[in-house]
């Protein structure tokens, strides 16, 4: 089975993971901003843009 069908298959699950990485990046540089703020805000768009390439990627629909 090729791998966009099985991530096609389980795109609610890859959905619920994406947007629980997101959150826990948002939470994670809001409580560690004063530390290393270019890092934090660095590491959030990184996981956030990750996040939103494995729901975009399941989304779409295998031929």
């Keep these: 089975m090729p ?3 099985i991530l096609y298959n389980n795109k609610k699950k890859l959905i619920l993971v994406s947007i629980l990485a997101i959150v826990v990046g948002a ?3 809001y409580f560690n ?5 270019w890092e ?3 590491g959030f768009i990184c996981g956030l843009f990750f996040g939103m ?3 975009f990627t ?3 629909q295998p031929n």
């Design 53 to 55: 390439l494995i729901i």
């Design 27 to 29: 939470l994670t540089s």
């Design 3 to 5: 791998i966009n069908q």
């Design 33 to 37: 901003y004063g530390t290393e703020p």
């Design 58 to 60: 399941s989304l779409k």
């Design 40 to 42: 934090t805000i660095g």
